[in-house]
């Protein structure tokens, strides 16, 4: 079946922009999460939704990260006035059963730039 | 505070050779842990998992870890080596009592020569 999507692939934009990033879960997946990658390093989380409900949001950076999933299924992740620290891969990972140890599905991420 | 560590930043075997991959972790509850292969320009792969049970766990390709209490750790294996095995691996853990999200490690790159 059709795994996690996101889109665009790849983002440049000029610093103080504002960016937006899309996610599609794997359908049926009730909760999805957003990781951060910089370059060499692991995964870093953001945030996690159930459903709509954003249930953690303690990995967001700053209050220029914002994230929603107003109907349970795509989720987008803004980014208000992009700065070169926010350069990095954005992942989204989906998953079914969170609460038993389900695993997490991810997408292949958004590579943001921030010229 | 929970956390990853994959020592080796690095890891080269020759092709037919066991490869280990390692990974220590620190939560303060009980762990979820995790294996996770990342080749380029693709998302993260899922590999295998320790929820409960039998400490040696099997996934994918062929590779299993050991989960060991006592040392913390959750090494990854394979008993003989693949070029195509060659990639970067992540190791995660949750912390069961702390909630959803994964902690990563920051990788180790598997070079596996011919």
């Known amino acids: 079946g059709a795994g996690v999507s996101q889109s665009p692939r790849y983002k440049v934009a000029k610093r103080g922009q504002d960016v937006a990033l899309r996610c599609d879960p794997i359908?049926?997946?009730?909760?999805l999460f957003w990781y951060q990658q910089a370059l060499g390093q692991g995964p870093e989380f953001l945030t996690y939704?159930?459903?709509?409900?954003?249930?953690?949001k303690s990995g967001l950076p700053s209050d220029r990260f914002f994230a929603e999933r107003p109907e349970g299924s795509v989720s987008t992740l803004k980014i208000q006035r992009t700065q070169q620290e926010d350069s990095a891969v954005y992942l989204c990972?989906?998953?079914?059963?969170?609460?038993?140890?389900?695993?997490?599905?991810f997408g292949p991420g958004t590579r943001l730039t921030v010229t | 505070a929970q956390s990853v560590a994959q020592p080796e930043d690095q890891v080269n075997v020759a092709e037919g050779n066991p490869l280990t991959v390692k990974c220590t972790y620190s939560?303060?509850?009980?762990?979820?842990l995790f294996w996770y292969v990342q080749y380029p320009n693709r998302g993260l792969q899922f590999l295998l998992k320790?929820?409960?049970?039998?400490?040696l766990v099997k996934g994918s390709y062929g590779f299993e870890a050991e989960f060991n209490k006592s040392q913390t750790s959750f090494h990854l294996k394979k008993p003989s080596a693949l070029v195509s095995d060659s990639a970067l691996y992540f190791c995660?853990?949750?912390?069961?009592?702390?909630?959803?999200?994964?902690?990563f490690g920051k990788g180790t790159t598997l070079s596996v020569s011919s």
């Open positions: 995660a853990v949750r912390d069961v009592q702390a909630g959803t999200a994964l902690i």
């Open positions: 359908s049926g997946h009730v909760s």
């Open positions: 939560v303060s509850g009980n762990p979820y």
């Open positions: 320790y929820i409960t049970g039998d400490n």
């Open positions: 939704f159930q459903n709509e409900a954003q249930l953690d």
């Open positions: 990972a989906s998953s079914s059963i969170v609460a038993r140890g389900g695993e997490q599905y």
